[in-house]
């Protein structure tokens, strides 16, 4: 496994959560490391990313909520999820996308997804 997420679970609106996401130390030249969502009946999309200039963009959804932080000892990105609301369920990812120096071949890595619920 590359990418190991966890951290998901059922709370109540108002409450908070924090993801991590581990990376494989296979994974190298890392660009950028992303969170995702996926709610029921809608497409992916973007929640958040970071990258390796610690350079950070957020939803406009999350903005203010959400905050994406890595570390970099651990291989790991984390999103910190605050004042969730029932809207915030979904699944979420992360990803990592990585580009060779060399050839400039970009590898696009996921996890396996954590589901998080927000109860009203």
């Known amino acids: 496994v590359q990418l190991q997420a966890s951290g998901g679970g059922l709370v109540q609106a108002g409450d908070s959560l924090r993801l991590s996401c581990t990376t494989s130390?296979?994974?190298?030249?890392?660009?950028?490391m992303s969170w995702y969502r996926q709610a029921p009946g809608k497409q992916r999309e973007l929640v958040a990313d970071?990258?390796?200039?610690?350079?950070?963009n957020h939803a406009d959804s999350v903005k203010g909520r959400f905050t994406i932080f890595g570390d970099k000892a651990k291989n790991t990105v984390y999103l910190q999820m605050n004042t969730l609301k029932p809207e915030d369920t979904a699944v979420y990812y992360c990803?990592?996308?990585?580009?060779?120096?060399?050839?400039?071949?970009?590898?696009?890595?996921w996890g396996q997804g954590t589901l998080v619920t927000v109860s009203s």
């Open positions: 130390k296979s994974i190298i030249n890392i660009k950028t």
């Open positions: 990803y990592v996308g990585s580009i060779d120096p060399w050839s400039g071949r970009k590898s696009d890595y």
């Open positions: 970071i990258s390796t200039r610690d350079i950070t």
